[in-house]
């Protein structure tokens, strides 16, 4: 019999018309527990954290889930029926509900399952402690492990049941580990987990780039992941993912600059991981899935940072070159390639008034055209494009002054 051990207020999103109509939808009629919300919304509601996807599980077979949600007119979507999984959709919200289920065998994300009217059995097939509880409408908090409350409350991240027994299911949740610890850990990480996930570290090599790149990213992201990352190499967690030249400090120091004025950029981020090395990116690139845009901007700052150094460290001492590196690299890469380079230890007193300056700056344009020198007598060709660029490069260092006559002036004498 699953009981209550505790009642929290119920959180707006309990309170919500969608959520009542979908959990009415589903309730049992003799009283007992048929419906709860489960995992994260649990997890983060006693934690006072945002919830943005409300799961729910309950003892009811799929097929009577999608009966019953379509009687009370609510959109039903065959999601994941192998699984028992179903998606109800009412006013735009998402809720994922899956029938109780033990796992008879396992294949990475797939199983082959056996439905069950068991919380504690279905508790026991999920991968952490902490993602175990229950809670039905009215606040009532079930943990069928006896671990997930106290674990929560410890912000201790622990596997349910044998660790060694939960990676084999799913070898991702190494890395999965290390993104609960990363995202609500404190204190050392839980001793038999961590020998687990590196005894087994070789294992994620069976694990496609694309669910390893999602789970990375996301650890990446944390608000600190620096103590996280450096458990992962002294355990030689996806070791090839950090280029010989990685600091921590470094690291540190930049996520510390991008909180503190609620920047943050997983390209700096990853740029810092490869140890501001291309070759050690480009390796890195080969083990991950990352988007086009992604991998141009984490280039764009390696080439800023390693050809324009100087212009760089001279952005952090003054306004005029940062209007500078602005104009010539835009704002987004301008404020990561400052943050970077202070970083790595250069001065930065003055980033309080430069990063004020990127939000209210915007970047002329250069005011002179082709056509203003075809127009004055210059002849189509090369002659054209380098009398632009002289010019443009000399409106550059003038701050931005010079108008439009000036700039024709100063073209037409090298033209």
């Known amino acids: 019999?699953?009981?209550?051990?505790?009642?929290?207020?119920?959180?707006?999103?309990?309170?919500?018309?969608?959520?009542?109509?979908?959990?009415?939808?589903?309730?049992?009629?003799?009283?007992?527990?048929?419906?709860?919300?489960?995992?994260?919304?649990?997890?983060?509601?006693?934690?006072?954290?945002?919830?943005?996807?409300?799961?729910?599980?309950?003892?009811?077979?799929?097929?009577?889930?999608?009966?019953?949600?379509?009687?009370?007119?609510?959109?039903?979507?065959?999601?994941?029926?192998?699984?028992?999984?179903?998606?109800?959709?009412?006013?735009?919200?998402?809720?994922?509900?899956?029938?109780?289920?033990?796992?008879?065998?396992?294949?990475?994300?797939?199983?082959?399952?056996?439905?069950?009217?068991?919380?504690?059995?279905?508790?026991?097939?999920?991968?952490?402690?902490?993602?175990?509880?229950?809670?039905?409408?009215?606040?009532?908090?079930?943990?069928?492990?006896?671990?997930?409350?106290?674990?929560?409350?410890?912000?201790?991240?622990?596997?349910?049941?044998?660790?060694?027994?939960?990676?084999?299911?799913?070898?991702?949740?190494?890395l999965r580990f290390f993104r609960f610890y990363a995202q609500y850990g404190k204190g050392e990480p839980d001793s038999d987990a961590l020998l687990a996930c590196r005894e087994l570290a070789d294992k994620l090599a069976l694990i496609s780039k694309e669910r390893i790149t999602a789970e990375f990213l996301k650890i990446v992201a944390v608000r600190d992941p620096v103590n996280t990352l450096e458990i992962m190499i002294e355990n030689r967690i996806v070791p090839s993912l950090f280029g010989p030249g990685y600091d921590g400090a470094v690291m540190e120091r930049l996520c510390g600059f991008q909180n503190r004025y609620d920047l943050c950029s997983l390209e700096a981020r990853l740029v810092v991981i490869a140890g501001f090395s291309e070759g050690a990116f480009e390796h890195m690139t080969s083990a991950l899935v990352l988007s086009l845009a992604r991998q141009r901007s984490c280039r764009g700052l390696l080439t800023l940072l390693q050809k324009h150094d100087g212009l760089i460290t001279a952005a952090l001492s003054g306004e005029s070159q940062t209007r500078i590196l602005i104009y010539r690299y835009g704002d987004g890469l301008a404020v990561q390639a400052l943050f970077l380079a202070a970083a790595r230890g250069t001065d930065a007193h003055h980033l309080p008034d430069l990063l004020a300056l990127v939000r209210s700056w915007t970047p002329p344009t250069f005011p002179l055209t082709g056509a203003d020198l075809l127009t004055a007598g210059v002849p189509e060709g090369p002659a054209i494009g380098l009398a632009m660029k002289t010019a443009e490069d000399w409106w550059v260092s003038e701050d931005f002054q010079p108008d439009r006559s000036a700039c024709l002036e100063k073209a037409l004498s090298t033209a």
């Open 1 to 174: 019999m699953l009981a209550p051990v505790r009642q929290m207020t119920p959180p707006a999103w309990m309170q919500a018309l969608e959520t009542i109509r979908v959990m009415a939808a589903l309730k049992a009629e003799d009283g007992f527990p048929a419906t709860l919300f489960v995992g994260g919304c649990v997890r983060n509601a006693l934690l006072g954290a945002p919830v943005e996807d409300i799961d729910i599980a309950t003892i009811l077979p799929p097929e009577t889930v999608m009966e019953r949600l379509a009687r009370a007119g609510i959109h039903v979507i065959p999601t994941g029926l192998a699984h028992g999984t179903v998606t109800a959709v009412l006013n735009g919200k998402s809720f994922e509900i899956t029938t109780l289920r033990v796992d008879v065998e396992t294949f990475g994300r797939r199983a082959r399952v056996r439905y069950t009217d068991d919380w504690h059995a279905d508790a026991r097939r999920r991968d952490f402690t902490v993602n175990s509880l229950f809670a039905d409408d009215g606040g009532y908090i079930y943990d069928p492990t006896g671990q997930g409350l106290s674990d929560l409350s410890a912000r201790r991240i622990r596997f349910v049941g044998d660790p060694v027994t939960r990676i084999h299911e799913d070898y991702l949740r190494i």
